[in-house]
Structures are given as C-alpha cells and as structure tokens.
C-alpha cells in the first residue's frame, strides 16, 4: 500500500486524530513519542533497531500498548514501538503487519476507514471499493521464511486485482494487496504464492524494518520518564 495513509483516534493522543503510514512490510507497528499524551503508560519491554527508515540504525525507546479507532471500528491493546521525534517519519508513526496480521483488516481506499472482511469457509468477501491485505500461503520448499520476494500485478478474477508487491516472507506467509474496483461485493478463493507470478528479490540494497536482539531501555529525556511513571 505505497504512499498510503489512515487516519485514527485514541485517547492517547496528542491530538484528537493522527495519520500513520500503512506499511505492510514494516515488521512493528512504530509511534512518535510526541504523538502520545503525558499520561500514556509505558509497556515494560525490549528495544529494538530499526532500518530502512533512514540511512542510520535507529533503536526504539518503550513500547505502548493502546486502543485505537479507525472509522467505527475500535481495535484493543495494540503494540507500538516509541521512536524519537527527530526521526524522519511523514506522519505520527507506522501501521505495519503486526496490525493488519492480527486484526485482518481490510482499508476503505476513497475513505480511510477500517472494515473486516467475511470468511465463507474456503472463500473471502471483499466489500466494494475495497483495498484488502490478504496473507497468501507459500508452498513447503519454495520460498524460506525472511526471502524477499517480489510479486507482479495481475486480476485474480473480473475487477480484482493483485498490486505489485516486496515483502518479506513470514511463518509462511506474505502479504498482498488485493483490490476491488467493483461497485459490488466480490468472492474470492485464498490464494497460494504458487498461483502467482513471482520471483526471488535479489538486490541487497532493499530497505526494509529489520529487529535486533532486546536491548535496554535508554534514557532520553523527562518525557520519557514521564511515560515510565506508574
């Protein structure tokens, strides 16, 4: 979802809405630490190195876990990696896997809002107008856990379509962009990478948000003492 953004709420902001990035290859879902509020508790937790935001390796500060809402949809206790405000982020933060993973959540492209999607058994409901983040299963001895691999776009069936993806493969799975641009609501079977056009990406200079082992917590300023306080 190149150059996307959603807006949200929660009573741990700052402000009363923000805007974050949804990034389906980042492995953490990322938040300023000026986007929180004085009151929001930290988390007790690892830190963790993050690259491919910028050119240096920048290493998060504390872990919130808070509520947030998108459209009318109300999403529990979601885990945010807290970075420093100098770091180079067009919006408050990052959605990134993690979320959409757990919560199997589809985007409302024309208005940002949040839906969930309809198991039929063997077969997914996609509303109309509807950016959908599918997880395609990877065929045992294909492609190994951590590969990058890209994806050419193509229509799965009349008016659904697959984006052009580069993602990272994990437990299995990758994740895909699935669009349809019907006025109505379409069925589709899940799909295995095998079905699809797809190769190995080589290249090593891809960026993309790698963790490292835990680390400890630094200690940058008051406002993060502030959050550390019970």
């Known amino acids: 979802m190149e150059n996307q953004h959603i807006k949200s709420r929660s009573v741990n902001f700052i402000n009363e809405t923000l805007e974050f990035l949804v990034d389906t290859g980042s492995s953490v879902n990322i938040i300023r630490l000026s986007a ?14 993050l690259r491919g935001i910028s050119n240096m390796l920048e290493t998060t500060i504390g872990i919130v876990e808070i509520p947030i809402e998108i459209g009318t949809e109300i999403f529990e206790n979601i885990k945010f990696y807290i970075v420093k405000n ?51 299963g990877v065929d045992t001895g294909t492609v190994k856990d951590n590969e990058v691999i890209t994806i050419q776009k193509g229509e799965l069936q009349e008016q659904v379509f697959i984006g052009n993806v580069i993602n990272i493969v994990k437990d299995g799975h990758v994740l895909v962009n699935v669009i349809n641009l019907s006025d109505e609501e379409k069925i589709i079977r899940p799909v295995r990478l095998s079905q699809l056009n797809y190769e190995l990406y080589r290249e090593q200079s891809i960026m993309y948000i790698n963790t490292t082992e835990s680390e400890t917590l630094p200690n940058y300023s008051e406002r993060v003492q502030q959050l550390k306080k019970e």
């Open 36 to 49: 929180l509020t004085a009151d929001t508790k930290l988390v007790p937790g690892e830190a963790i190195s």
């Open 86 to 136: 100098d770091m180079p982020l067009i919006k408050a933060g990052i959605l990134g896997r993690p979320f959409f993973q757990l919560q199997n959540t589809t985007i409302n492209m024309p208005y940002g809002c949040s839906a969930h999607t309809l198991t039929l058994g063997n077969h997914i409901r996609i509303p109309p107008r509807v950016e959908y983040i599918m997880a395609v």
